[in-house]
């Protein structure tokens, strides 16, 4: 045993001298407040489409939907195909528009500035709102990727959970901090390839008997298990539950840790080509970590999944148990780059809301370059330290806390984002409107329950922000005249811009 956690501790040092290696080099090419927030706009396909990737599955690729196939069967299928469905939609129809949009808006780095670019907001409403929301949603959001890191450490090293969780954050912090969106960028592409690989290699390898056996086995101790149709007692599923389930597809579009990949895109041609690419990353780290939850029911001897304290833990549990202890360490290693891929984006987002939207525009308008960038490495770890505290708590979901952080930004962001990429007549009354409807309906949707309030609260939160948006835009008169006149050079520039 001593030897097995030797040789894991090994295996992740290694990893994180690595990832600390990449900040380095990053933080040597990190000059200016572009840099550090967006990478220079400098990304070729690969890294923009696995760092958008890797910064949207987190820990929850790797803990949550395993334990939730662990849990519920061939349920989880739902999640899966309108993530999938989600993911491929949001590159076809937003990345192009987004970036191109957010270049001729004056080179606005952040999703608040473009809004409020793109609406001509001269109380910048819009920018300190939309800030508002990032901040709050992406505390939780933060947390979650806090709570996989202590699930990590404390399984594999048999640490305190609190150790545990301030160790991981330790590590995100670190490189983050220094190198920016170049580091993150970088090292996500590196991360979004463990995941992958971890997640095809980990079914394939731990399955006793082959495929068929597997499903024989489910069969015997659940047929439910394998019916996409049913929870694992039999009963159907609701027309609510399912809704509820492929709405998560409907959070793509408003996330911006992931649109802002989007942006930093080098060429709208490296578009097409990066959105192949993640949608096959997505599609096969899906199937990887449905197919864990599967294995990982036939490995645990018990009828249901109930009798695992912690199915979020299964992943950890089938690594540790059928790999070597090298092997177990770079597996294990991989949910710790799914941790720290989206962790770092996150605080970074969130970096660049404090510094550009708040800091920038609220307190110093005339502040330099290496201002801003020190006050988003401020803001780095002073989030860190909130999410540190919100992540405390061993019972906290993975599942549970993204859920809500997820659904916050889709109804928040989503449909204004893809309306004002899209409708010449929105105006900024309506964008504002349509951010702040949908925030506070899935934290007020949150907090009911029963009935109609049982369905995720994203649902009712895009719904009556696009309601919102629509209805106030056409009620309170046309957007200026510099606003419709702006829409029209951003459609030629979709031309033009390469």
């Keep these: 045993m001593i030897e097995s956690s030797y040789a894991i501790s090994l295996t992740f040092l290694a990893y994180l001298v690595v990832m600390l290696g990449i900040g380095l080099y990053a933080y040597k090419r990190t000059s200016s407040s572009e840099d550090y927030f967006l990478g220079g706009r400098s990304l070729g396909p690969w890294p923009t489409a696995l760092s958008a990737g ?10 949550g939907l395993p334990g939730y196939a662990f849990a519920a069967g061939l349920e989880a299928v739902w999640i ?15 990345a192009k528009r987004l970036r191109t949009y957010s270049i001729k808006a004056n080179n606005a780095l952040t999703l608040p500035d473009f ?5 001509n907001d001269k ?7 939309s800030a508002l929301f990032i901040l709050l949603f992406f505390l939780f959001y933060t947390s979650s990727g806090l709570v996989a890191g202590g699930k990590l450490f404390e399984t594999v090293f048999g640490l305190d959970y609190t150790y545990a969780v301030i160790i991981g954050t330790v590590c995100v912090v670190s490189y983050t901090l220094f190198g920016g969106f170049l580091a993150v960028a970088w090292t996500d592409l590196v991360q979004g390839l463990m995941m992958s690989a971890a997640l095809v ?28 149709w049913t929870n694992v007692s039999g009963e159907p599923l609701s027309a609510i539950a399912i809704v509820s389930l492929v709405a998560w597809g409907l959070g793509y579009f408003g996330q911006p840790h992931i649109l802002a990949r989007f942006k930093a895109s080098r060429s709208n041609k490296d578009i097409k080509t990066a959105r192949r690419i993640a949608v096959v990353w997505t599609m096969i780290s899906m199937i990887g970590a449905l197919l864990i939850g599967l294995v990982g029911l036939n490995f645990v001897d018990s009828n249901l999944a109930g009798n695992l304290a912690d199915p979020e833990k299964i992943f ?5 148990a059928v790999f070597h202890p090298v092997v177990a360490g770079i597996l294990l290693a991989a949910i710790l780059a799914a941790i720290m891929s989206t962790a770092d984006s996150q605080l970074l987002v969130s970096s660049s809301a404090l510094a550009e939207d708040f800091y920038k525009q609220l307190f110093n308008k005339k502040a330099t370059q ?9 803001a780095v770890v002073a989030i860190s330290i909130i999410a540190l505290l919100l992540a405390l708590n061993p019972e906290s979901s993975v599942l549970g806390l993204v859920s809500y952080a997820w659904a916050g930004f889709g109804a928040a962001f989503g449909p204004a984002i893809l309306l004002s990429l899209f409708w010449r007549n929105m105006n900024r009354n309506g964008a504002l409107a349509g951010i702040i409807i949908g925030g506070v309906t899935v934290v007020v949707w949150k907090q009911l329950s029963g009935g109609l309030f049982d369905l995720y609260e994203i649902v009712p939160g895009f719904i009556l922000s696009t309601l919102a948006i629509f209805v106030v835009s056409l009620t309170t008169g046309k957007p200026e ?6 829409f029209d050079e951003y459609e030629k520039a979709l031309h033009t811009m390469d």
């Design 80 to 94: 899966a195909g309108g993530l999938l469905v989600g993911t491929w939609l949001n590159w076809l129809i937003c």
């Design 123 to 129: 109380s910048k409403l819009i920018q300190t709102i």
């Design 370 to 378: 290496k201002q801003i960038v020190n006050v988003g490495r401020f």
């Design 201 to 228: 290699i980990v079914p394939v390898i731990a399955i006793d008997g082959g495929w068929s056996d597997l499903s024989t086995t489910l069969m015997n101790k659940n047929p439910e298990l394998l019916n996409i």
């Design 481 to 486: 005249t510099s606003v419709t006149e702006s």
């Design 115 to 119: 809004l409020s670019t793109r609406f």
């Design 54 to 63: 890797a910064s949207d599955m987190s820990g929850w690729l790797l803990l």
């Design 316 to 320: 950890m549990i089938l690594v540790n």
